[in-house]
């Protein structure tokens, strides 16, 4: 039986849409990451997000239905060493406001989010997206695979 380290990592959607597709180009490195034994955690928004790019044949090639996107990702939530995070607040709430100082560009706002629940919940931000390093702090820690 795997036991857990003490590194809680939450996964972006794109390390989520590599861990279900084998033919992902970074499929490798994000089983390899996990295989630390590493807890891991997703949360709604990399749920939903990788149901919606497993249903995008542009995105994954033979693209699965939803509903089954939805079994691909029950099984791999199935793994004991990963936690749901279903506390989400409000991105208007007082203290969260500040995840968007700083900001430059649209696409940023969801993974800024992103990084406040994985600080809030002890946790770091696991991406292959190396820009999201200019976002973290302190208390906002973020591991770039790759």
């Known amino acids: ?50 149901v919606r790019l497993s249903s995008n044949p542009a995105v994954v090639g033979p693209a699965k ?18 936690v749901y995070l279903d506390s989400l607040p409000a991105p208007t709430s007082g203290e969260w406001r500040s995840a968007f100082a700083g900001l430059f560009r649209h696409q940023q706002v969801t993974d800024a989010y992103l990084l406040q629940v994985a600080a809030t919940h002890h946790a770091a931000l696991l991406t292959f997206d190396r820009k999201l390093e200019s976002l973290a702090n302190s208390t906002a820690r973020v591991v770039v695979l790759g």
């Open 65 to 82: 239905s939803p509903q089954q996107a939805v079994a691909l990702l029950a099984d791999l939530v199935g793994d004991p060493l990963h």
């Open 1 to 50: 039986m795997k036991t857990a380290s003490s590194q809680l990592l939450l996964l972006d959607v794109n390390v989520l849409l590599a861990i279900a597709w084998p033919n992902h180009q970074f499929h490798s490195a994000a089983i390899a990451a996990l295989s630390r034994r590493n807890r891991w955690a997703t949360c709604a928004l990399p749920q939903l997000g990788s």
